[in-house]
Each structure stands twice: as C-alpha cells, then as structure tokens.
Antibody
Framework: EVLLVESGGGLVQPGGSLRLSCVAS????????MSWVRQAPGKGLEWVAN????????YYVDSVEGRFTISRDNAKNSLYLQMNSLRAEDTAVYYC??????????WGQGTLVTVSS | QSALTQPRSVSGSPGQSVTISCTGT?????????VSWYQQHPGKAPKLMIY???KRPSGVPDRFSGSKSGNTASLTISGLQAEDEADYYC??????????FGGGTKLTVL
C-alpha cells in the first residue's frame, strides 16, 4: 500500500521559514516524480512544485519561485519543501503527492501551514 | 498558470447523471491529453478518479467517466449516489513540467 506522511507544518510569522517533510512507503520512491500541492482554507487545489526522480530537475508555480525549494533524499524515501519569506497567502494545507506524468495518483493526509503574526 | 474554470456547484438526485465541465486553453487542456479529476470529501485528501482524460484507476466505479473536446474537459457521474457528494477538481498538464488545477466544483446530491 502506498503511504505518504507529511510533517513539519505549524504557525510561522510573515517573512519566516518552515521546512516540510514527506516520508513515502509502499513503492519504489526513486522511480517517481513527486509533487507538493497546497489548498488554502476553503479554497481549491494549487500545484506548487515537483521534482524529478533523481532530483536533477525542479519546477515551481510562479507565486513561489525563488522562495520555496523542493528536494528529495531517495535513500530516506523522503521529499522536502523548504519555504522561505513566507506570506499570509501561503497559508494552506500542503499535500505531497506521487506524480505519474499523467496525474497525482497517491496523496498524503496533508500538513497545515499558517502564516500569521 | 491561470486556474482552469469549473462551475462552482452542480446538483442532482440519486440515480441521475451530472456533468462537470473544466475549461482551459490550448496551452493546457486543449494541448495535452493529461487531464485528471479528483474527488475530495471534507477534511480528506483528494482522490484520483480519472486520468488521461478518460481512464479510471483500479477501484473507481465505472459510473465515473471523462471526456474532452477542444479546451474543455468533462467529468460525468451517472447513477448518482449519496456518497458522491463531494468537491471535484480537474487538473491539466500545462507544459514545461507544470500543472494547473481547476477552482473546484461542489456536487450536492439532493
């Protein structure tokens, strides 16, 4: 069974930083692209970033380019999202998702990030 | 990277069929066959229901079907059941390894 478990969310002040983690199990992590998708309270889904199998390529939505960094450690079956210069509009539940080129076929339960003073 | 356009809400009675539309551009929906649909119940993670426009993952009932014409994709749910009441999101590949979601549609089963 594919399992994705996120952690690292919490309350942070505007301008602050936070690092999210996602531990994967039940599949060969190094064989899949991975993505972060977020959902602001009461709002829709927004794709945030993805990363290639070996971490050599990374892509971002324009609104987080230059502030967020996606990374992975295949030895630890782990995906990360380093979030800097956080803004109120970054407040959301952040999901990690397995990216199959065609869709996001497995999702974690999400971790809540709240940016507020 | 503009969000795809979905109706805010749709509704239907048990046993009926409903269709949710998802309109994009030639740079996303119209340009690729990588359109997917997700079901999300309150407080839960999204669940993949359709991928590659009209393919169903294992375990998804065949009451769920997808199609695409030009820049608009559609999700049809036939034989509506109470448990189908949820939010539905479309998603399309948008080129350069990026993805775009729709704003979401709330399905109410009357």
């Amino acid at each position: 069974e594919v399992l994705l478990v996120e952690s690292g969310g919490g309350l942070v002040q505007p301008g602050g930083s936070l690092r999210l983690s996602c531990v994967a199990s039940g599949f060969t992590f190094s064989s899949y692209w991975m993505s972060w998708v977020r959902q602001a309270p009461g709002k829709g889904l927004e794709w945030v970033a993805n990363i290639k199998l070996d971490g050599s390529e990374k892509y971002y939505v324009d609104s987080v380019e230059g502030r967020f960094t996606i990374s992975r450690d295949n030895a630890k079956n782990s995906l990360y999202l380093q979030m800097n210069s956080l803004r109120a509009e970054d407040t959301a539940v952040y999901y990690c998702a397995r990216d199959t080129y065609h869709s996001f076929d497995s999702w974690g339960q999400g971790t809540l990030v709240t940016v507020s003073s | 990277q503009s969000a795809l356009t979905q109706p805010r809400s749709v509704s239907g009675s048990p046993g009926q069929s409903v269709t949710i539309s998802c309109t994009g551009t030639s740079s996303d929906v119209g340009g690729y066959n990588s359109v997917s649909w997700y079901q999300q119940h309150p407080g839960k993670a999204p669940k993949l229901m359709i991928y590659d426009v009209n393919k169903r993952p294992s375990g998804v009932p065949d009451r769920f079907s997808g199609s695409k014409s030009g820049n608009t994709a559609s999700l049809t749910i036939s034989g509506l059941q109470a448990e189908d009441e949820a939010d539905y999101y479309c998603c399309s590949y948008a080129g350069s390894y990026t993805w775009v979601f729709g704003g979401g549609t709330k399905l109410t089963v009357l």
